[in-house]
């Protein structure tokens, strides 16, 4: 190749024109809105040639001089099994660890037992000295304050996000409104709430609906906890967000870039003039995994991993492949693990900040879905907020909805060269019951998949 062919000024000058019809000769009388604009699931239109954002600004994650932190999920029930998997994963690559309460709305079935006697000073002495971030999901306020108390205030601590979301768990809101200053005043860095979209996403709704409780979810905490006496900045510092990534590339990273959008937005509507970067967790879909030729989910976790890390998030999650079948085994774990460590030690994802800012076809995605979101999010607050909108069934109706709509779509990743007899999939044990979170109950999608 010439060097010279690099620059672009050595091509004539283009513009859509000339482009439209080029591609009307392609069609030969072909409709062009039928041929090539896709719509997702919430009826964004995708045209298939974009301008250039020359003046786009980076929606940038939290700690942009850092890689995203590659968080490793603590679910095994047995709970010897669980810590020497914990200590097997900060061993080799995990800096992060996500600790699922077995009646969390993320624990699929498995999750460990908070009462567990001992299990917070445990914990603390296995994180202490480290600097990982350790996430609670699912676990009642009483449990993170054990968990400070256990830990002390010594100089080597880890990031600690507390999880406390009142929508994803049930008669918490009083204890939650309590234990915030507490938690707050204990000295340690992270977030004390969740803002969660995920049970929307695993239920099948789309991801306006996720952007919109998860946008619900974080008025609700600010309006709780301004009864109780404090300001909204103080509530934006201490909370994250949490969504989740699939194997649709384009909207994962467009959906991680809105959930920025929204934040700042309500922050703004708040009053508050320079608001804290918004944190965001990530977890590979759960509705996406497929039973059959379960290591096409290696596949599709590596494209969710992708999406979103370059979409901004700051600490990823990956659900095992093999957790259809059960409570995955050491080799799916560590799979599950090096899917993004080697996305950051040898793609080095992480050192271009929001690579899609300018993009004219991800801008515009991102500014469709925070829209749509908002529409949506504002209409759960004219029907009471949140909690009202669960109680009354009208979230799980409208997650419903969608779902039905999209039973007839295949999805990304599946195989058109499916294996004759399945091959045996090694896993620790059983599920339970996945349980069910603001009415909603996860379902995969791999009954389309064939």
């Not at 672009?8 to 000339?18: E, I, K, L």
């Not at 995203?68 to 660890?97: H, K, T, Y």
């Not at 460590?341 to 080095?348: F, K, V």
Request: aromatic content about 4%; proline content about 4%.
């Amino acid at each position: 190749m010439n060097i010279d062919s690099l620059d672009p000024n050595v091509f004539a000058p283009v513009n859509r024109q000339a482009w439209l019809k080029l591609v009307n000769r392609v069609l030969k009388g072909a409709d062009f809105q039928e041929a090539l604009v896709s719509r997702t699931d919430d009826g964004i239109a995708v045209e298939p040639l974009y301008a250039r954002r020359p003046d786009a600004t980076p929606l940038a994650r939290r700690q942009v001089d850092r890689p995203w932190i590659v968080s490793q999920r603590m679910d095994d029930p047995d709970i010897e099994r669980a810590f020497a998997q914990l200590a097997d994963d900060l061993a080799n690559g995990a800096n992060g660890i996500n600790l699922i309460s077995k009646t969390g709305s993320s624990a699929f079935g498995a999750g460990i037992d908070a009462g567990t006697e001992g299990l917070t000073a445990r914990l603390a002495d296995a994180v202490s000295g480290s600097s990982i971030s350790l996430r609670l999901d699912g676990l009642a306020p009483v449990f993170a304050e054990a968990l400070v108390s256990a830990l002390g205030r010594n100089q080597h601590l880890p990031t600690l996000h507390f999880g406390l979301d009142v929508f994803t768990s049930t008669g918490i809101a009083k204890e939650i409104a309590s234990g915030f200053q507490r938690l707050r005043n204990a000295g340690f860095s992270g977030s004390i709430l969740n803002a969660d979209g995920r049970a929307v996403h695993n239920a099948g709704g789309t991801e306006a609906q996720e952007l919109a409780v998860m946008a619900a979810s974080l008025v609700g905490h600010l309006r709780l906890l301004d009864q109780a006496g404090f300001a909204p900045d103080a509530t934006l510092d201490a909370i994250s967000l949490c969504l989740s990534a699939d194997q649709n590339q384009l909207i994962t990273m467009a959906k991680a870039r809105a959930a920025r959008m929204i934040f700042a937005r309500i922050a703004e509507t708040c009053g508050i003039s320079d608001p804290p970067t918004a944190y965001l967790h990530m977890e590979t879909s759960y509705r996406m995994l497929t039973r059959l030729d379960p290591e096409t989910n290696i596949l599709r976790n590596t494209i969710a991993v992708f999406s979103a890390g370059t979409g901004g998030a700051d600490e990823i999650s990956v659900l095992p492949h093999s957790l259809t079948y059960g409570i995955p085994g050491p080799l799916a774990r560590r799979l599950a693990r090096n899917t993004q460590t080697i996305l950051i030690a040898e793609s080095h994802l992480d050192h271009v900040i929001d690579p899609a800012a300018g993009a004219g076809g991800i801008e515009a995605l991102t500014e469709a879905l925070a829209e749509k979101a908002w529409e949506i999010f504002v209409g759960i607050e004219r029907d009471g907020g949140l909690a009202e909108v669960i109680a009354s069934g009208r979230l799980a109706a409208m997650v419903q909805e969608e779902r039905g709509s999209r039973a007839a779509k295949p999805i990304v990743g599946t195989t058109l060269f499916a294996a004759k007899v399945e091959r045996p999939v090694a896993v620790l044990g059983e599920l339970g019951i996945a349980a069910e979170c603001m009415g909603l109950k996860p379902v995969r999608l791999d009954e389309v998949e064939r």
